[in-house]
């Protein structure tokens, strides 16, 4: 069922109803922009991955400033995202099932979308949907850059799957897939830096391989918010995937540089809005945001603002509150935002953004992409 939306524009931000879905404007705006103009100084694309905002009012935002277009990570959120009107999509992802696969070449009536394997199989599966819509189909080469995930084995192996990609009817090579997702939340940057060097190397490796077998690789796509500037340092990618620089949760905000302090350039932009529900006592708060207001697999949500607030555990529906000063006691009905420890995860749980600027309520979007698991 659709959330009623908890503001209207206009409305001041303590009117908000709670728990709600808030992103500061200007914060968001100034994340968008210092972005595109790290990536535009290092002579690489973006591709930001939309898993993160679900929304294309927000991926039109990103192309307005120079992104080429989005990622995505099912079938089900390209499809809200061509829809919308974006013309150009990575599934940055292996699709299995043919009912999947006759979804994605549909949508390729609608925008250029293309898709990863990391086996001959899945290209077999891709070719026979390709070839059942009338369409061709670009697909790219997934390889294992170190996460241990998703993805074939760099160099030969990895050629090999292009090289049958590239003579397949009704496919068409479109490069390689490099996301090392192990390497993004390492807080020290001589890890991060150690394991973007190792992708760099895997990425290398492959261009190699595919050169041996005669075959351009016109795209290699990869890094996150936690790795891209060591990536766009290292050469090997044409195209950055981040997604959460955009709204920078509590995670992200750990990583650390080398003098140990925090590295991201990024302003936190994205908040759940909360409401001091209960204050029993001296030293002790309880807000209407638990575990389903905000994600907490990455850790638990910070106070924004409040250092003598700490959100120290939580149930279903409540937050509690360890409050280090009687000065500082919160009061019943007061509004506290809090800085989720991973946003893609917390985005899914709503189905309005409520955009603030100064102190009210400037627009609505709705998170169109919301539960697009399929």
């Known amino acids: ?97 043919a009912t999947k696969l006759a979804r994605l070449c549909a949508l390729s009536a609608v925008a250029k979308v293309a898709v990863c394997v990391d086996d001959a199989a899945q290209i077999a599966w891709i070719e026979q949907a390709a070839a059942a819509s009338g369409r061709r189909m670009t697909v790219l080469v997934e390889i294992d850059v170190g996460g241990a995930r ?51 190397d895997a990425v290398h490796r492959t261009l190699d391989a595919l050169h041996a077998h005669g075959l351009a690789c016109p795209l290699v796509g990869g890094a996150g918010t936690g790795t891209f500037e060591l990536e766009m340092a290292a050469r090997a990618l044409t195209e950055i995937q981040a997604g959460s620089y955009l709204f920078m949760d509590a995670d992200y905000a750990r990583n650390l540089d080398a003098a140990g302090q925090p590295v991201s350039t990024f302003r936190h932009a994205l908040f759940v809005l909360s409401t001091v529900m209960s204050a029993p006592q001296s030293g002790r708060a309880v807000l209407d945001a638990g575990a389903k207001a905000v994600s907490m697999d990455s850790g638990l949500p910070t106070v924004w603002g409040k250092p003598d607030l700490e959100y120290v555990n939580f149930s279903d529906e409540h937050g509690k509150l360890d409050v280090a000063s009687e000065s500082t006691m919160p ?41 697009a698991t399929a």
């Open 1 to 97: 069922m659709l959330q009623t939306p908890p503001a209207v524009p206009g409305m001041r931000e303590d009117e908000i109803d709670t728990p709600a879905l808030v992103i500061d404007l200007d914060a968001f705006e100034y994340n968008l922009d210092h972005m595109t103009a790290l990536v535009s100084a290092a002579g690489v694309k973006l591709r930001p991955h939309a898993k993160t905002h679900k929304s294309p009012v927000i991926a039109k935002m990103q192309m307005a400033r120079g992104a080429v277009g989005s990622c995505v990570q099912k079938v089900a959120e390209a499809e809200v995202l061509a829809w919308g009107g974006i013309p150009d999509i990575l599934v940055s992802n292996e699709i299995v099932g």
């Open 150 to 200: 998703c993805g074939i084995e760099p160099g030969p192996a990895a050629a090999a799957l292009a090289k049958t990609i590239a003579t397949s009817k009704h496919l068409i090579f479109g490069g390689l897939q490099a996301y090392q997702g192990s390497a993004q939340h390492r807080r020290t940057v001589t890890e991060r830096q150690a394991l973007s060097t190792a992708a760099a």
């Open 331 to 371: 009061v019943l009905g007061e509004k506290l935002r809090l800085v989720p420890g991973h946003c893609d995860p917390t985005v899914d749980l709503y189905d309005w953004y409520v955009g603030v600027r100064d102190g009210r309520v400037e627009c609505l979007w709705p998170v169109a992409a919301r539960g």
